[in-house]
């Protein structure tokens, strides 16, 4: 929701008239608020609705974290 508001407000970063850079400051918030819900979903539920190529998720997202093991409790 606070990216689309982003893109929608008239008050920007670099104004829109600015060849090339103008709508950069959009693109880039949009891209970055994205990243952060993107983050929070499981990658094999993200991957399995993406019908894209699954190197450009982690190109946005970041490649996954590796699972950390626990260690073992000795009782």
């Known amino acids: 929701m ?11 970063l ?6 090339v850079i103008g709508p950069l400051d959009d693109i880039v918030g949009v ?3 994205l990243r952060y819900p993107g983050r929070q979903v499981p990658r ?3 991957l399995g609705a993406w019908l894209g190529e ?4 982690d190109r946005q997202l970041g490649k ?8 073992e409790r000795s009782t």
């Open 31 to 33: 891209a970055l608020y």
């Open 54 to 57: 699954p190197r450009l998720i």
């Open 44 to 46: 094999d539920v993200l």
């Open 2 to 12: 606070f990216a689309g508001l982003w893109v929608a407000s008239p008050i920007d």
């Open 14 to 19: 670099i104004p829109e008239f600015v060849p």
């Open 64 to 71: 996954p974290a590796k699972p950390q093991l626990e260690p």
